[in-house]
Structure formats: structure tokens, C-alpha cells
């Protein structure tokens, strides 16, 4: 099969680890006979220099007409970059946050995984390490408390600041489809994370979830509240599957789980639209501090190119195929520096890409 995917290498380490990613994708094509074409654009930092602002309307399009994005990173060191002198609407950032908007991505996925051959970078007791883990965090990503109307006043001479956390039942149904069609790629669990017992958006939130529900008779639901969700993440992470929630519930989740894996070169993200459309990237930053050394670890950016696979395109063996060349690179004890131990074998970025496209069998 044939896909257009536009690709956002970005600033910092971003143009290297999408590289590695291409060359993982270009090796999926030859084994299983597809044809990926890759058409790059600018965002971020090197869009605001070659092009005056952090994304071109000429940018966007190229990404509507693809069938999915797959983006490196954007930005720069916040404190030293010219960029950052910048009001913030011209900053790398707001590209970013136009792109999401513009391509209405509301459904944002954060797989956390933990490699047993990575696993004493846990923090978690042993135990609970030996165990493993396999969850994915799906987090509303439009809506909610950061969208909300907000104000801050001042009356009879004492400040008060109001957020507001607003969801409406067409907004919590989509993602909870996402989140059971997402469940039934997996191992067929959803719990949704919610505090229906003081608020009334997450009252909704549960009624919405168990209507939709009863299409998925398959998928085993489960709901918990978000302070206990924030305990079992520590104490028994081995228990979820997908997680879903809304949006700051799952930012803070998110990165919790993320934190239980140890090794932020390793974190895969992808945010969705009610379409197969999706952009897919590392849950890392730019790196500026060890950007065009080509030591950055590309692992999260190819298994981001294995999402893209698996939600885009339904190619679900070829991600597979990712997922298994990745895990074999670990086994076979090939480490970037930022997951290297001692009697590893130190790999560079475009080594341990080699390693895993090597590693693509059907
Ligand atoms: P960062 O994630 O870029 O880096 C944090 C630390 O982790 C650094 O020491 C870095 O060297 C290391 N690191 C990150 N990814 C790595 C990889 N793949 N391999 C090896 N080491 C890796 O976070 P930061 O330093 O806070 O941010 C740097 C820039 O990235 C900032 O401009 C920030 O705004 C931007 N940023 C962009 C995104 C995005 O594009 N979605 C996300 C987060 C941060």
C-alpha cells in the first residue's frame, strides 16, 4: 500500500531521530512491500528563521494532505535562544499549538511500557519492576479545564482567580470511542479515570462512557477515581490497559506513567482527530543540549512511526514488526548513551537506528 506522510524533523536533536525513523520505515517498506512518501516541512525554531513565524499556513496544508504527520521535536535552550525573546505567539511552541488545533487533534495517546532489559532504570520496587507493564494514557486534549472561560478580579480589594472545567457529552464521546477502538487493538481494558464523586463534568463523563460502553461488550470497563488512579500507578502499574481521561487528569497521569519507565528517550506519543489522521511524536523535547551529535536515542520517534503505523494506516503486523526490532536491539544490548549500563554495547543515534531497521523481519 502507498502513504503520504508529512514529516516535521523540527530543531534540536528532531532532524536526527526523524531520520532514523524513516530509515526503520523505508525497511518496513521493502520487507512488506509498501511505499511510504515523505514530503518534510518546517515548524519551530528553523520555521521562525527561515520563514518570519513558528508554522506556515503552506505547512499546514502539506499536513491535512497527508495521511498522517510524523514530527521530531520543536524549540530551542529556553533560556539562551533568540527564540524565546520572541512574544509568545511567535515562539516554536505556538507552532505546535496551531498544528493541534488546525488538524483538530483531540485524542492524545502515551503508551508506557516497561523493557524488562531496562528495567532497573524503574523507580518503582523491584517487584512491581519484575512485574512489567504495559499501559497506554489516552488524554482529551481540547477541551476541559485548559479551555475553559478563566478570569482573575479583584473585589472589595481581595484577588480571586476562576477557572472552568466544561465538558459537553459530544466531546466525551469521541474520545471514549477512540479509547474502546484503541482498547480492542490491545488487551481489551478500559479504565476511565474520573471524580465523579465531587464533580459534575466528570458525573457526565462516566454516564457518557458507560453508554458508550455497551457497543464494546468485548472490552472490560472499569472506573477509578484520580486519586486512586495516582496510587495504583506506583503501586501496581501492571493492572491498566488503556487509560482514559480528561485533559488535566491525563497531563498529570501521563507523566506520572511516563516517569515509572525511567527513560524519557523511549516515550512514544500520538495525537489523534475523529478520522484515521494523526500526528505521531516522541513524548521528549528537542534536546538542544546534545543536538547534531548524533548520541540522541531515536527509539521514541521509531516506535512513534510504529503508532502511526498501527492507528493511521491499520497496518498492525508492521508495527508489530517495529515493536519486536526495537525490543531485539535491547536484548542483543545495543544502548544510546542516555540508557547505557555497563557491558552494553554504546550505540550512536544512527547505529541504533541501522540496529533496529536490520531487525525488521516479516
Ligand atoms: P528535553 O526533553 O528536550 O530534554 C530533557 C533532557 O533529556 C535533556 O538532558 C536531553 O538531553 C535528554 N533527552 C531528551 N530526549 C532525549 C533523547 N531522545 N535521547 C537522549 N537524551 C534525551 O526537555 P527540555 O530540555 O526541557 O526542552 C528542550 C526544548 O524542547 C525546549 O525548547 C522545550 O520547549 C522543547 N520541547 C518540545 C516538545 C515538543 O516538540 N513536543 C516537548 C517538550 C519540550
Redesign the pocket.
Known amino acids: 500500500m502507498k502513504f503520504q506522510i508529512t514529516c516535521i524533523p523540527?530543531?534540536?536533536?528532531g532532524p536526527e531521530?526523524v531520520t532514523e525513523a524513516k530509515k526503520v520505515l523505508d525497511r518496513v517498506a521493502d520487507v512488506y512491500g509498501h511505499e511510504f512518501l515523505y514530503t518534510d516541512v518546517l515548524m519551530?525554531g528553523c520555521s521562525i528563521d527561515a520563514c518570519g513565524e513558528p508554522l506556515t499556513e503552506e505547512a499546514i496544508e502539506t499536513c491535512k494532505k497527508a495521511d498522517a504527520v510524523l514530527?521530531g521535536?520543536?524549540?530551542?535552550?529556553?533560556s539562551t535562544?533568540p527564540w524565546y525573546q520572541l512574544p509568545p505567539q511567535k515562539r516554536?511552541?505556538a507552532g505546535?499549538l496551531k498544528l493541534r488545533k488546525s488538524l483538530n487533534l483531540f485524542a492524545n495517546l502515551r503508551p508506557a511500557y516497561l523493557y524488562q532489559e531496562l528495567a532497573a532504570a524503574c523507580p518503582l520496587k523491584e517487584a512491581v519492576g519484575a512485574a512489567g507493564f504495559d499501559m497506554l494514557i489516552m488524554r482529551e486534549l481540547t477541551g476541559g479545564l485548559y479551555f475553559g472561560a478563566r478570569s482573575t478580579v479583584t473585589e472589595n480589594g481581595i484577588r480571586k482567580a476562576t477557572d472552568t472545567l466544561t465538558y459537553d457529552e459530544t466531546e466525551i464521546r469521541r474520545i471514549a470511542i477512540k479509547g474502546f477502538e484503541i482498547a480492542r487493538k490491545r488487551k481489551k481494558k478500559v479504565t476511565s479515570v474520573d471524580k465523579a464523586n465531587v464533580l459534575d463534568s466528570s458525573r457526565l463523563w462516566r454516564a457518557v462512557v458507560n453508554e458508550v460502553a455497551k457497543d464494546y461488550p468485548d472490552v472490560t470497563l472499569e472506573h477509578m477515581l484520580v486519586d486512586n488512579c495516582a496510587m495504583q500507578l506506583v503501586k501496581d502499574p501492571a493492572q491498566f490497559d488503556v487509560v482514559l481521561t480528561e485533559n488535566m487528569f491525563g497531563d498529570i497521569l501521563s507523566d506520572e506513567a511516563s516517569m515509572i519507565t525511567g527513560s524519557?528517550?523511549m516515550l512514544s506519543s500520538a495525537s489523534l482527530n475523529d478520522t484515521k489522521f494523526g500526528l505521531y511524536?516522541?513524548?521528549?523535547?528537542?534536546?538542544?543540549?546534545?543536538a547534531g551529535k548524533n548520541?540522541?536515542?531515536?527509539i521514541?520517534t521509531i516506535l512513534s512511526a510504529a503508532m502511526m503505523l498501527r492507528y493511521s494506516f491499520d497496518l498492525d503486523k508492521e508495527a508489530s514488526a517495529i515493536e519486536d526490532a526495537v525490543q531485539k536491539a535491547l536484548h542483543d544490548g545495543y544502548r544510546?548513551?542516555?540508557i547505557y549500563s555497563d557491558g552494553m554495547k554504546k550505540v550512536s543515534c544512527s547505529e541504533m537506528g541501522d540496529v533496529i531497521a536490520q531487525n525488521i523481519e516479516r
Open positions: 523540527g530543531d534540536g536533536i531521530i519551530g514530527m521535536s520543536i524549540g530551542g535552550n529556553t535562544s516554536p511552541e505546535l524519557i528517550g511524536e516522541p513524548s521528549h523535547g528537542s534536546a538542544p543540549d546534545i548520541i540522541a536515542n531515536p521514541a544510546s548513551v542516555d
